[in-house]
């Protein structure tokens, strides 16, 4: 049965479409948290959606984790401050540029997938939010 909003969607596709704009706010770095709780919370969505939500809330925590046993470690230690600093600065990076990739990659109608991430998502988060 078409849909009557897309008359000319593909056979087999879901009869409401991803909006791709929710999916997109969730990828963005830190500020996609809330969002993707709240989809993880409601517990609503598609499967697309959550597990985007839970790929952002585990790349988040993760930086999290990181970002303040780095920071703690240089506070505490004489010798390797200035190194655990710059290791602080290219994790942050990094999460930015994780988070922009897979952006770019949703627009591009491909998968928002990261292997090790979304398997570790899936066992953590799946639990709990799903």
Known sequence: MPNPHYPLS???APSSPIPKTQLLLCLIAIIGF???LWTLYRGQG???QLAISRLSITLALTWLLGYLLLATSAATSDFLTLRLFILNSFLTSGYFLVSVWLILRLMQGKSGRLPG???LAERVLGKYLS
């Open 10 to 12: 593909p056979p087999g």
């Open 46 to 48: 598609s499967r697309e």
């Open 34 to 36: 809330f969002p993707s």
């Open 117 to 119: 991430f979304n398997t």
